[in-house]
């Protein structure tokens, strides 16, 4: 059982930027899961945002957040950090981490690949 919070979120202008942390306790984040990033806006569905592998550390991204967006292991074992720079409106949302033992090639982004989910941290970008 792995057990996910998120933290971080917050209001920032546009073009602004924002750290968000996943930290795991009841298991080795890093080392034995897959872990993704994934957002939900009011009335839309929620969506893959990027993905970590613990086998290599691939990392993936949508097409939305590529080369604003980065994620990595953080210095602790059980954390995982998404870098979000150069934020848009259409960035603000819910943002969830989650995890799942291996998420397969092409579904690295699918919601249903994961089994454990945080609670969610607010990202809000406006002026």
């Known amino acids: 059982q792995v057990q996910l919070v998120e933290s971080g979120g917050g209001l920032v202008q546009p073009g602004g930027s924002l750290r968000l942390s996943c930290v795991a306790s009841g298991s080795t984040l890093s080392s034995y899961y897959d872990i993704g990033w994934f957002r939900q806006a009011p009335g839309k569905e929620r969506e893959g945002v990027s993905c970590?592998?613990?086998?290599?550390?691939?990392?993936y991204y949508a097409d939305s957040v590529k080369g604003r967006f980065t994620i990595s292991r953080g210095a602790a074992e059980n954390t995982v950090i998404l870098q979000m720079n150069s934020l848009k409106p259409e960035d603000t949302a819910v943002y969830y981490c989650?995890?799942?033992?291996?998420?397969?090639?092409?579904?690295?982004?699918?919601?249903?690949?994961?089994?454990?989910w945080g609670q969610g941290t607010q990202v809000t970008v406006s002026s």
């Open positions: 989650a995890a799942t033992k291996w998420a397969r090639a092409g579904h690295r982004l699918a919601r249903y690949e994961y089994d454990y």
């Open positions: 970590i592998k613990s086998s290599d550390g691939s990392t």
